[in-house]
């Protein structure tokens, strides 16, 4: 089963900063398949990144995914309100699929 | 606009069992696999296993071989997942998501709205 480790567990920001969230694999994803979600409070989890850089329909040009092989980050360049919500990583190359923990970016 | 509409809370005692149904609309229901997801309270996600509204066929995490079952009625484009043998631990919500079209090792980009299932005595 294929790790994933998410870090930081909380990143504190204040509107329009610079998001920077790790996701490190335990063994390489195949294919790049890594996503992203956002899940807000009491929400499903929305997909925001898949196969590590392509955003997902509709989600706005200020969230970008890279990487590949171990390593991965999701990046939002300058923090809207409606940003602040959990992320989890997710690689979906090798079963079984797995989740990262989960970074919860807060307001500073 | 594509929807995926789960069934409403249960509340169960231990070594019961409890199924969850979740309706899509808005899309070929046979063109894509659906997969369950859980979230404890407070906690990640985790998957539980996947199935080809097509054929039936299923793949089910280790974590919940032959306690999990998932099943689909193509007249209704209706997925259903079936857990036995509850306890406590089980008490999450339940989310349907769905996922690829020619192989189920693709991202989730729809989700249910989830399914609260307490496990208590």
């Known amino acids: 089963e294929i790790v994933l480790t998410q870090s930081p567990g909380t990143l504190s920001l204040s509107p329009g900063e610079r998001a920077t969230l790790s996701c490190r694999a335990s063994q390489s994803v195949s294919s790049s398949y890594l996503a992203w979600y956002q899940q807000k409070r009491g929400q499903a989890p929305r997909l925001l990144i898949h196969?590590?850089?392509s955003r997902a329909t509709g989600i706005p040009d200020r969230f970008s995914g890279s990487g590949s092989g171990t390593d991965f980050t999701l990046t939002i360049s300058r923090l809207e309100p409606e940003d602040f919500a959990v992320y989890y990583c997710?690689?979906?190359?090798?079963?079984?699929?797995?989740f990262g923990g989960g970074t919860k970016v807060e307001t500073k | 606009q594509v929807q995926l509409v789960q069934s409403g809370a249960e509340v169960r005692k231990p070594e019961a069992s409890v199924k969850v149904s979740c309706k899509a609309s808005g899309y070929t229901f046979t063109s894509y696999y659906m997969h369950w997801v859980r979230q404890a309270p407070g906690q990640g996600l985790e998957w539980m296993g996947v199935?080809?509204?097509?054929?039936?066929?299923?793949k089910y995490a280790q974590t919940f071989q032959g306690r999990v079952t998932m099943t689909r009625d193509t007249s209704t484009s209706t997925v259903y997942m079936e857990l036995s043998s509850l306890r406590s631990e089980d008490t999450a919500v339940y989310y349907c998501?769905?996922?690829?079209?020619?192989?189920?090792?693709?991202?989730?980009?729809?989700w249910g709205q989830g399914t609260l299932v307490t496990v208590s005595s």
């Open positions: 998501a769905r996922g690829g079209t020619s192989t189920w090792y693709r991202d989730f980009d729809c």
């Open positions: 199935i080809s509204p097509t054929t039936g066929n299923t």
């Open positions: 196969d590590a850089s």
């Open positions: 997710q690689q979906y190359g090798t079963s079984p699929l797995t």
